[in-house]
């Protein structure tokens, strides 16, 4: 048997292809789930929002163009982009398009899956808390870095940002979320002693969860 084809063989079929559409979505659509599961809470609108984005990937295919970028990029720029764009207009009757489309597409099975991705795609509760309290950017940055296990130079294609650029607001953010964790640590009022943890313990936590 050989092997499956690349995505932008796929791509480049998905529109006139039932078959290469079911094979790409197969492929990718865990990965949406969980993008999308760390930055939505409610399981129906991470649900809407897959179905949109392969949506829009049956439409956008034509345009996709490998030199600005390779397709899981590609892909999860458009989920950035919807999840923006819900955020910003609240559309009801887009939401309520996207949830019959979304019925169709997503089988009984994925939408069983996302209360579980919810929960595994979230970090520790103090992580957690302190990313809630950095700024979109650099929560953002930190997500596409750990979580959403993307290379330096994938993130970047779907912040619409250089390499360069994207590593220096990681490591930006790091800091942040680092001294975010001290902050919340504080507030808490532990009792002193050895049990306390010092910044560097605290950068340690940091980068277990967001490598």
Same mark, same amino acid.
Request: avoid cysteine; hydrophobic fraction near 45%; glycine fraction near 8%.
């Given at each position: 048997?050989?092997?499956?084809?690349?995505?932008?063989?796929?791509?480049?079929?998905?529109?006139?292809?039932?078959?290469?559409?079911?094979?790409?979505?197969?492929?990718?659509?865990?990965?949406?789930?969980?993008?999308?599961?760390?930055?939505?809470?409610?399981?129906?609108?991470?649900?809407?929002?897959?179905?949109?984005?392969?949506?829009?990937?049956?439409?956008?295919?034509?345009?996709?163009?490998?030199?600005?970028?390779?397709?899981?990029?590609?892909?999860?720029?458009?989920?950035?982009?919807?999840?923006?764009?819900?955020?910003?207009?609240?559309?009801?009757?887009?939401?309520?398009?996207?949830?019959?489309?979304?019925?169709?597409?997503?089988?009984?099975?994925?939408?069983?899956?996302?209360?579980?991705?919810?929960?595994?795609?979230?970090?520790?509760?103090?992580?957690?808390? @302190?990313?809630?309290?950095?700024?979109?950017? =650099? +929560?953002? $940055? *930190?997500?596409? !870095?750990?979580? &959403? /296990?993307?290379? %330096?130079?994938?993130?970047?294609?779907?912040?619409?940002?250089?390499?360069? @650029?994207?590593?220096?607001?990681?490591?930006? =953010? +790091?800091? $942040? *979320?680092?001294? !975010?964790?001290? &902050? /919340?640590?504080? %507030?808490?009022?532990?009792?002193?002693?050895?049990?306390?943890?010092?910044? @560097?313990?605290?950068?340690?936590?940091?980068?277990?969860?967001?490598?």
């Amino acid at each position: 048997m050989g092997s499956e084809p690349a995505d932008t063989e796929l791509l480049g079929r998905l529109s006139a292809d039932p078959a290469a559409f079911e094979i790409f979505y197969r492929r990718h659509v865990d990965r949406v789930i969980g993008f999308t599961a760390r930055r939505v809470r409610d399981p129906a609108d991470v649900a809407d929002l897959v179905a949109s984005t392969f949506l829009t990937v049956l439409t956008a295919a034509r345009s996709y163009d490998e030199s600005r970028g390779e397709p899981t990029a590609w892909l999860l720029g458009i989920t950035a982009r919807l999840i923006a764009g819900a955020r910003r207009r609240r559309g009801r009757e887009a939401a309520a398009a996207a949830r019959i489309a979304g019925r169709r597409l997503i089988d009984a099975s994925d939408i069983e899956r996302l209360e579980e991705r919810i929960d595994a795609a979230r970090a520790s509760e103090a992580v957690r808390g @302190a990313l809630g309290r950095l700024k979109p950017r =650099a +929560r953002e $940055a *930190l997500l596409l !870095a750990g979580p &959403d /296990g993307l290379t %330096s130079r994938q993130a970047a294609a779907v912040l619409g940002i250089s390499p360069a @650029a994207f590593r220096m607001r990681l490591t930006s =953010a +790091r800091r $942040a *979320l680092a001294r !975010a964790m001290a &902050d /919340g640590q504080a %507030s808490s009022s532990p009792p002193p002693g050895p049990a306390a943890a010092r910044p @560097a313990d605290l950068t340690t936590r940091v980068k277990e969860v967001i490598p």
